[in-house]
């Protein structure tokens, strides 16, 4: 037989790696069917049923927005709450989740619009309401599609939608808790407007953006007596000049207001005219009025300007003097012209001073009922030049330039906001309640959410502070919008009194009506349809004189019930959840208005902890925009990628910061994957023949290596169930990398190849190495699931049969320490770590040899391990001796005791090239090849092994 011949039947001897599981994932042809085999055999419904009993773990879904596809930030937000939902549920909890849509609101109606154009002018609300409802459904089951390919669990063929019928019952519920205990007041207030979709704002509505406002400086004249202020001014032409970005609120100026407290001084001009600015300021103002010079003549506290009169500088009107404390010295002049309708502060002064609240800016924001004067009819950012050159016709301009500031927008039209006073329905946030941590001792809504918050865990920790400032500075709660899509206030107004009617059974009999119909019920039957013959006014006595409110609710409102409508309603969930995780917008938004809701109604919060994810931007640190071209579309990256790419992408980055997303970040996630599964393959393809029941060995039992190398698995899944517990997946995945990486493919399977190709398939060296990688991949593929959940399931399925084991990777448990390692290892490792740093110094020597071209591989190396005499190296080499040679992948290994030397290093490697022939099977370099006469050209070790697999003599011998 030519040695080429006999060279192949050796081959043909060793234990070569086999496995079907693909080295190519193939991931979009792949996870669809996966996808269709999960939902096929209900898997999301038999985790439910293995976890029934167990402990509660809930996550509450914050609503996305059913207007569509999904982009990134869903991408990360889903996934996020899909690896706390599949970390507890392997954790050992009964973690349902409830996913659901927001389906209410203005821009659904805004596209509904487009859509119908002038058809909506001929249809009913209903008719209008059913488009809206339509185009909504269409959006959640796109995005349902879209989340489920992303591989998140859930119960997607019933989710929560804030449009179903029984929702819309709760919403209106939860506003009847708060109207029925006093804390719903409708009054006439300034609140945020957007001109563009004619309706009003709340706090949470608002964004803010950069805009370009004119800046004026106008001059009101002084008609009261100056001398009243500082006798130095008798007989003085004296004025105030204002400041303001808004000229459109001039007509509509009352009063000007100046602190009571900031000193004022009276500066006479060279042409004899006095003008009053706060003292800070009248440096600033001379120079924006273009003033050469102006000389001090008197100085007073702002008081004595109060009840003081202006002319109003191009209407026939008088100016009322007022004090107020906002007034500041930041900028402007220390005057503030006040319009009641178009401002908190000023329609508060206003109520004070008795002036005229009337509003005329239009619901489109135009202005109106100034007859004769230019700016009539029209928008208000049109009327501010036609304003200003009035201004500047009557002499009051002193000075103009344009302002580039943050402006407030609306955020669903990004369109400049007003303030207009409008009647709208409030939640005051001073509602006096009683204080549970105080027995009778009454507070306010307002304080009692400051106190919930204050005892629910916030990640990151500035969360709380975010949170806490924003209830304790907002205004009341405007929950009124003038539009059609949403849960109508379902609330009678006498027709006589115009006051609300407030009846506990009429309200009960609405929801019910609402639970059955729906809130298009408000828009078909008439109050006597759902007023009990009869009923009258509680104010005024009036007999069935009602109409109906036809505001709708704030969207936010809605949401922020949702714990309601949701938690206190499924079976499977409870009150408060454990876990809310949203955007660091939802501090304003969805967070804010379900601690409201829940403190009004429940006087407790709706969470015990919030996390906030941030914001997914470019590589370059830049929002996502279709103009600069640097979007990552999930949908499209799990279409050319994988889905299991952007969740090992989200499992990557730390969601409480900022995120970078690019083509090239999730080309390196998809080799980082690669990578990962070619380790799991190998893992695989090496258990092949193996049967846990019969061939797995005792831990006792085990070489050393593998002892060491379950000890650092067991290690790597306390660290990955500890960033699981504490929701920092990026850790759990670099871990993960970290492990693979250096302890698998640096060292482990590098080093056990030998082992497990050349010794005999039932050898105890062998199976040892197998129950080891056994162990590993039985522990890394449940230790994976809730990132890699497709891949982890694929696993799964190859992984050697074990008697009871579930049908999928989703319905067992994390692998317990114990399953892994009996007990402590800690000396064990402490020992193993002695030996890797020696394996280090061992690694330099061979890298000198291959350098000098002595040796190529290590396997034609020999090493001998120096150690001082009696030092505690020398016990942990000594013991390990018959293992130093494949742990070094070298062909021989020895430990050499010398004598202490005061100058001699602790351990010093002699590294050379091996003594012996090359064995022709595991290409070792050894003395003994030949030593069995059958097999002249194989070690003693490999002779055993042909032995006990009954390899016939390749030389013709018989075995």
Known sequence: MADGEKNKGLKGTLNLPRTEFAMKANLPQNEPARLEGWDNSGLYEKIRAARAGAPKYILHDGPPYANGAIHLGHALNKCIKDFVVKTKTMAGFDSPYVPGWDCHGLPIEIKVDEQLGGKKLEMDPVAVRKACREYAAKYVDLQRSQFKRLGVFGRWDKPYQTMDFPYEAKILEAFYGFYERGFVYKGLKPVYWCSHDRTALAEAEVEYEQHTSPSVYVRYKLTSKPEAIDPRLKGKDVYTIIWTTTPWTLPASMAVAFNPEIDYVAMQAEDGVVYVVADALQEATRTACSIAVWTEIARFEGAKLDRVTFQHPFLDRSI???????????????????????GPDDFATGVKYGLPLVCNVDAQGKLQNYEGMPFDGLFVQKANPIIIELVKEKGALMGRHDLVHSYP???????????????????????????????????????????????????????????????ATRPDWCISRQRIWGVPIAVFLCDKCHEPLNDEAINRSIVELFAKDGADAWYVKEPSDLLPAGTACKSCGAVMQFRKEMDILDVWFESGASWHAVLETEPELSFPADFYVEGGDQHRGWFHSSLLCAVGMRDAAPYEMVATCGWTLD?????????????????????????????LWVGSVDFREDVAASENLMQRVSENYRKLRNTLRFLLSNLADFDP???????????????????RTAELDAAIRRAYDEFEFHRAYQALNEFTNTDLSALYLDVVKDRLYTYAPNSAGRRSAQTAMWRIAEAMT???????????????????????????????????????????????????????????????????????????????????????????EQDVLVKYESALAEFFNVSQASVQAVGASKDAAAIVIEAKVAGGTKCERCWRVVPDVGSDARWTKVCGRCAEALDAIGFSDVDGGAA
């Open 782 to 872: 449940r230790l994976i699931a809730p990132i890699l959940s497709f891949t982890a399931d694929e696993v799964w399925q190859f992984l050697p049969k074990v008697e009871g084991r579930p049908e999928s990777v989703h319905l067992a448990l994390f692998p317990a320490i114990d399953e892994i390692v009996p007990g402590s290892v800690e000396r064990l490792e402490k020992e193993w770590e002695q030996l890797l740093r020696v394996r280090e110094q061992v690694n330099l020597e061979l890298e000198a040899l291959r350098n000098s071209k002595a040796i190529g591989k290590g396997l034609d190396a020999a090493v001998t391990v120096i150690v001082t005499e009696g030092s505690p």
């Open 619 to 647: 590589e370059q640190g830049r929002a996502f925009s279709k103009s600069l071209g640097n979007g990552v579309d999930p949908v499209d990256i799990a279409k050319r990628l994988g889905g299991e790419i952007v969740r």
């Open 320 to 342: 009322l003097g007022v004090n107020a404390d906002y007034v500041t010295t930041e900028q402007g002049t220390g005057a503030v012209h006040t319009a009641p309708s178009h």
């Open 409 to 471: 927008h609306c955020w669903r039209c990004h369109k400049p906001l007003i303030f207009r006073a409008t009647e709208q329905w409030f939640i005051s946030m001073e509602t006096p309640v009683l204080s549970p941590k105080e027995g009778t001792a009454q507070t306010t809504f307002r304080q009692r959410a400051l106190d919930e918050i204050a005892g629910v865990t916030w990640d990151p920790a500035w969360g709380q502070d975010r949170i806490s400032n924003m209830i």
């Open 693 to 711: 029941a019969r061939d797995s060995i005792a831990f006792s039992a085990m070489q050393p290596l593998d002892q060491y190398i379950l000890a």
